[in-house]
T-cell receptor
Framework: GESVGLHLPTLSVQEGDNSIINCAYSNSASDYFIWYKQESGKGPQFIIDIRSNMDKRQGQRVTVLLNKTVKHLSLQIAATQPGDSAVYFCAESLNRDDKIIFGKGTRLHILP | EAQVTQNPRYLITVTGKKLTVTCSQNMNHEYMSWYRQDPGLGLRQIYYSMNVEVTDKGDVPEGYKVSRKEKRNFPLILESPSPNQTSLYFC???????????FGSGTRLTVV
C-alpha cells in the first residue's frame, strides 16, 4: 500500500510492455525465494516462488529468475496491465532459521 | 473463502492503554506471523508461531506479546502502547513453515 515507503524505487512501464523488477538478496545461504504483490490498502499477495535448486520458474504471465552467483532475483511480468500496478517485494528464506526476510519493495507504475 | 481476518482495520489509541489486535485464519494453517510495515523499513517480523502454544520472537518483538491457544487465532497484544508502535500491522499464515504466506488486510494503528 501507500504506506510501504515514501521513496521506493519506481519502475514505470507502458501498458502492454513487459516489466522486469529486480531484487538483490542478502544471504548466499538462502534457499527459498518469493515474490509478493501489494496493492494500495491491501496486504501482500503471494505471486510466485522459487527454490535455490532452480534458476527459472514460470507462472501465469510471470516468470521468476534466480542467479545465485550474484545473489539476484528478478520478476518478469508479460504484457503489463493496469491491474499490475502495485508494490512488489522479493523475500528470501533460510530454511533452518524459519524466517522470511522481505526486501524494501519496488513500485510498478503503469503508463497508459 | 480462504482468508486471514484481522480486526480492527483502523485503531487510534493513547499511550499506555492496552490493546489487542485479533487475527484469525480459516485454512487450518500451522504457521502464523505478525509483521509491521513502516515507510523505508519494509515488512519486519514481530512474532511467529509454528503451532498451538509454540511462539517465538521475530526481529522486532519489543513491546509486543502474542498467544496461540487455538490453531486459528493469533492475537497481537500491546500491553502499553507507545507512539513508536504507530504502524501498519499484518498477520499472515501458511501451511508449510513460512512458504507462500497468506496475509490479512492489515491494521493501521496510531498511538498518540
Amino acid at each position: 500500500g501507500e504506506s510501504v515507503g515514501l521513496h521506493l524505487p519506481t519502475l514505470s512501464v507502458q501498458e502492454g510492455d513487459n516489466s522486469i523488477i529486480n531484487c538483490a538478496y542478502s544471504n548466499s545461504a538462502s534457499d527459498y525465494f518469493i515474490w509478493y504483490k501489494q496493492e494500495s490498502g491491501k496486504g501482500p499477495q503471494f505471486i510466485i516462488d522459487i527454490r535455490s535448486n532452480m534458476d527459472k520458474r514460470q507462472g501465469q504471465r510471470v516468470t521468476v529468475l534466480l542467479n545465485k552467483t550474484v545473489k539476484h532475483l528478478s520478476l518478469q511480468i508479460a504484457a503489463t496491465q493496469p491491474g499490475d500496478s502495485a508494490v512488489y517485494f522479493c523475500a528470501e528464506s533460510l530454511n533452518r532459521d524459519d524466517k522470511i526476510i522481505f526486501g524494501k519493495g519496488t513500485r510498478l507504475h503503469i503508463l497508459p | 473463502e480462504a482468508q486471514v481476518t484481522q480486526n480492527p482495520r483502523y485503531l487510534i489509541t493513547v499511550t499506555g492503554k492496552k490493546l489487542t489486535v485479533t487475527c484469525s485464519q480459516n485454512m487450518n494453517h500451522e504457521y502464523m506471523s505478525w509483521y509491521r510495515q513502516d515507510p523505508g523499513l519494509g515488512l519486519r517480523q514481530i512474532y511467529y508461531s509454528m503451532n498451538v502454544e509454540v511462539t517465538d520472537k521475530g526481529d522486532v518483538p519489543e513491546g509486543y506479546k502474542v498467544s496461540r491457544k487455538e490453531k486459528r487465532n493469533f492475537p497481537l497484544i500491546l500491553e502499553s502502547p507507545s507512539p513508536n508502535q504507530t504502524s501498519l500491522y499484518f498477520c499472515a499464515s501458511s501451511s508449510q513453515k513460512f512458504y507462500g504466506y497468506t496475509f490479512g488486510s492489515g491494521t493501521r494503528l496510531t498511538v498518540v
